[in-house]
Every structure is written in structure tokens, then in C-alpha cells.
């Protein structure tokens, strides 16, 4: 009995798979650095997209003069904001950090303070707690930081690649599309879901984390917080925190407020901090944010752990974006390989 043969296309086809994969392994571990600024470029190229689109084909602007434009609009809005706020953070970080009598005395009499309070009471606030604490925070922060300390060449890199996915935009997408193995309501779906993604972390999370921090840098004013700039700006960073948020600023300054003795000025930070920080991201979402893409909360909150880990700051658009691609390739396999027809349920 003669044995089937494989058929030598399809040997050739994995073979081609498999070096198309290898080599792609290879651009990325030793690229790996340039990531940051590849994924900013990705990010500005979708949310230009629509606009570079019209200035170019419905009014014949110059293709390359028009991406310059959009590069300046960057820096100007984009760029020099995140520089200016931190140059003004890190003195005054290094200043407050470098403080450590201070640390210490606050540490301890809040630890004073929270000794006899009902539930306050039960929680761990000993110098080994304490540490663990730090170290378990610090595990998120190398990324973070390595991003702070690239930002200069990835910035480069970013408007770099930018400026040739613009110039080379209808070539670049017609090479995607036919390179996707997949039908047009595939491709589309796709599309869709990153269009969606990215604009809604993009655009959403900065919104947010801006009015958050105002409202906060207010509040804090009122009830007198030393350094409530700087307290509010972090409050605005503390935003992207998963699950508690902005809690993780106001609630530790409220205590530290009661523990010295200022129990007016300490319950107000917290119904302030409670009632009106907390209620913005509550009105944002259901706005706002809720216009540029309803994206689920736990797609937000595991993707930003998943995207600081993986790629810094840029984590906060591309994780989610990597969470919500497992039920897009859900939908595609669907479209492309389901044939059961769906059961008729008598209920």
C-alpha cells in the first residue's frame, strides 16, 4: 500500500513560516531597545491617520511638509508638557526623598496614630512590612525608569519612523492588508479593535490623569498639603495605578494629615479625595472616554500591569491593546474557521 506524501508546497510554506519567524525573532531581541520609540510612532501614526489623510489627498498638501507639521505639533503639545513636568518633578522628588528625618518621623507617627484605631490598627506597619512593600512597588518601576532614560533616542526614533509611515502611508497599509492571510471582515474587525485601543488609551488615559490631578491639586490647596503641587501631579500620575488609583496618594495624606493632629484638615483631604477625585474617573468613563472606546475594566487594569512590565510607559496604551487582541483572534477564527451553526436553546 502505497504512503500519502506530504505535499511539497505546504513543506515549503512552514519552512518559509518558520524562517519569516526566526528572522523576526532576531529584528526584535536586538531591537529591543528602539521599542519604545517604534510603538510612539505607531501610536501618533493611528491617531493622525484620519487627519493627515484629508490634508494630503482632499487638499493636495505636500506629503512630507504635512508630517514635519505633525512631528511640530508633537513636540509642541506632547513633548515639551512631559519635559516640563518632570523637570519640575525630579528636584523636587530627590528633595523630598533626600529628606529622611522627615520620612522617618511621618512613618513614625503615623504608625503612632494608626496603633489604636479600629482596622488601622490591623495593619502591618512594621519596618519589615514596610520594606517588602517597596520592594513589591519597585518591580514595576525599572521599566518605568529605563523608559525616563531613553526617552531621548526613542523620541528621535519615534518621529523618525513617523515621518515615513506618513510620507509612505498607502504603501505601507496595501503591503499590511495583503500580508494579513484573512478575509476583508476579518482584516476590518482587526483594524477596528486596534483603532479603538489605541485611541482610547492614548487619548483617555492622559485626560484623565490631567483632570484628576487638578481636581486634586485644588483640594489639596484648600486643606492646606504642603507642596499640594506636587502632591496633585502625582495624584494625576497615580491615576494609571491598577484598581486603586489615586487612593494611593490621597489616602496616605489624609492619615498622615490626622496623625499630626489636624483632624479638620484630614478628613476633609479624605471625603474631598473620596467624593470628588474619586468621582472623576467615574464621569470621565461614562463621557468622555466612553465616546473615543468602551474598553471593559478588567482589560484596562490587567493590560496596564501586563504593558508596565513589558514596555514602560507605552505599556499603558499597548497592554490593554495585547489583552483585547486574544478575544479579536477569537472573532477572526470564527469568521474564518467556525462552521457549527449556533444552537437553537429552548429556554
Known amino acids: 500500500m502505497q504512503s500519502k506524501q506530504i505535499n511539497n508546497n505546504s513543506i515549503n510554506q512552514i519552512m518559509l513560516i518558520i524562517i519569516i519567524i526566526l528572522i523576526?525573532?532576531?529584528?526584535?531581541t536586538n531591537l529591543y531597545y528602539y521599542l519604545?520609540?517604534?510603538?510612539?510612532?505607531?501610536?501618533?501614526?493611528?491617531?493622525?491617520?484620519?487627519?493627515?489623510?484629508k490634508l494630503t489627498e482632499q487638499r493636495r498638501w505636500?506629503?512630507?511638509?504635512?508630517?514635519?507639521?505633525?512631528?511640530l505639533i508633537s513636540i509642541v503639545f506632547i513633548v515639551l508638557p512631559v519635559w516640563a513636568m518632570v523637570d519640575y518633578l525630579a528636584p523636587q522628588i530627590s528633595s523630598l526623598l533626600g529628606n529622611t528625618d522627615k520620612i522617618v518621623q511621618q512613618f513614625n507617627?503615623?504608625?503612632?496614630?494608626m496603633s489604636d484605631k479600629p482596622l488601622l490598627k490591623d495593619i502591618d506597619m512594621s519596618n519589615d512590612s514596610l520594606l517588602n512593600s517597596l520592594q513589591s512597588l519597585t518591580k514595576y518601576l525599572p521599566n518605568i525608569l529605563n523608559s525616563v532614560a531613553e526617552v531621548a533616542v526613542n523620541i528621535l526614533v519615534t518621529f523618525f519612523v513617523l515621518f515615513f509611515m506618513q510620507v509612505h502611508s498607502k504603501k505601507m497599509e496595501s503591503y499590511i492588508i495583503q500580508a494579513i492571510p484573512f478575509s476583508l471582515k476579518s482584516k476590518n474587525e482587526i483594524w477596528t479593535?486596534?483603532?479603538?485601543?489605541?485611541r482610547s488609551n492614548a487619548i483617555g488615559i492622559p485626560i484623565l490623569g490631567l483632570c484628576q490631578g487638578i481636581v486634586a491639586m485644588l483640594g489639596y490647596y484648600i486643606f492646606g498639603v504642603e507642596n499640594f503641587i506636587l502632591m496633585g501631579i502625582l495624584t494625576g500620575v497615580s491615576s494609571i495605578v491598577p484598581v486603586l488609583g489615586t487612593m494611593t496618594i490621597y489616602i496616605p495624606l489624609a492619615l498622615i494629615t490626622l496623625a499630626s493632629g489636624d483632624t479638620a484638615n484630614g478628613i476633609g483631604i479624605f471625603l474631598y479625595g473620596l467624593l470628588l477625585i474619586g468621582s472623576i474617573d467615574n464621569i470621565l468613563r461614562f463621557t468622555i472616554l466612553k465616546t473615543l472606546?468602551?474598553?471593559?475594566?478588567l482589560i484596562t487594569v490587567f493590560g496596564v500591569l501586563l504593558g508596565l512590565k513589558l514596555f514602560g510607559m507605552l505599556g499603558l496604551i499597548f497592554g490593554p491593546l495585547i489583552l483585547s487582541s486574544v478575544g479579536v483572534l477569537i472573532k477572526v477564527y470564527t469568521n474564518e474557521y467556525g462552521k457549527s451553526k449556533p444552537l437553537d436553546l429552548d429556554i
Open 193 to 198: 479593535e486596534v483603532n479603538l485601543m489605541v
Open 293 to 297: 472606546g468602551d474598553v471593559p475594566p
Open 109 to 113: 507617627l503615623l504608625k503612632e496614630y
Open 24 to 28: 523576526g525573532i532576531l529584528i526584535f
Open 62 to 71: 505636500n506629503k512630507s511638509a504635512t508630517s514635519l507639521l505633525f512631528i
Open 36 to 53: 519604545p520609540g517604534f510603538l510612539g510612532a505607531v501610536t501618533l501614526y493611528i491617531l493622525y491617520r484620519s487627519s493627515y489623510n
